[in-house]
């Protein structure tokens, strides 16, 4: 399968010399990773284990499994509840109250701003970040008949869907990932749309039909990155330098770049939007969209930069915000939010 090339020669090199010029940290004798208790978010846990145990042989880690409010609640769509936060807030009590030194999280789950006194502390090599066509009858969205119905919740992959093939049906689809797949095998959809990682994580790659083109389903911010989260500040160990070697630096670029774009229009999951970086030779491309969730109003726009540094990637991020509220974008949230009252009523 092809992945995306995020790293080139230059940027490793850049990595090296970041490296070599941190002073060499000592992790403390055990570290406790917080994290969710689905086996995608488990298996994130366990790859983060497995990487420090390579770092550092001598140290104790353990993780700690917990429910969040977002695992608890699968009747109502993400946008209706609250969104992102409720994915990680219980991670984080468990850091504030000693109980964990650090939270894995899907990138895309962990809400724009950060409560007072955390911080991202990493970012790990991206994952494939496209999107997946899962169907046991259909070959891809274009295969499939008039009043077929689709499965997301995703604002973004059903204003997308809705655009190019507004004859289909799309229908909510929470709930983790075993969770959906098994919606779709007992007969409720007749195909649903997932992200690629989380389904190559958990080696259910034979389940994707086809992979949707970056091009036409553009991706959400941070889609496929893995994040690590610590509490800032501490003042007994410098979790940032022990946890720094895991941190892939042309993909924190691409999704800082990514999650400026998310953050200048409310970095929620309450209106269809796709912010999307790829980074070839430290040249980022880097592409973004907001439409309303029929998928009639669109706005799409892109930029190109040398990117070698967070505060370059925000400056290409803030030049797609600007480009896209040439083209209304604060009229597309508007709209967005019209309609979402409108389906409130309609309930
Ligand atoms: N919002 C749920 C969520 N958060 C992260 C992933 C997948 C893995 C990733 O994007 O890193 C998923 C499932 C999905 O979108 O199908």
Known sequence: ?????????????????????????QPPATLIIASRESRLAMWQAEHVRAELSLLYPQCRIEILGMTTRGDQILDRALSKIGGKGLFVKELEVAMAEGRADLAVHSLKDVPMDLPEGFELAAVLEREDPRDAFVSNDYASLADLPAGAVV??????????????????????????????????????????????????????????????????????????????EILAGRLDVDLRAVLAPLNHLASFHAVTAERTVSKAFGGSCQIPLAAFATIDNGQMTLRAMVATPDGKRVAMAEAR?????????????????????????HAILAECKAQAADADADA
């Open 151 to 228: 499965g997301t919740s995703s604002l973004r992959r059903q204003s997308l869907i809705a655009a190019r093939y507004p004859q289909l049906v799309i229908k909510p689809l929470r709930g983790n990932l075993d969770t959906r797949l098994g919606k779709l095998d007992r007969g409720d959809y007749a195909a649903i749309i997932l992200a690629a990682a989380g389904l190559k994580r958990l080696g259910l790659l034979g389940r994707i039909r086809a992979l949707l083109d970056p091009d036409t389903s553009l991706p959400a911010a941070g889609q496929g990155a893995m994040a690590i």
């Open 1 to 25: 399968m092809r992945r995306l090339r995020l790293t080139t020669v230059k940027e490793f090199v850049l990595k090296a010399t970041e490296l070599t010029d941190a002073p060499q940290q």
């Open 305 to 329: 930069g040398v990117v070698d540094t967070a505060d370059a990637a925000e400056r290409l991020g803030r030049q797609v915000v600007d480009l896209l509220q040439l083209q209304d974008a």
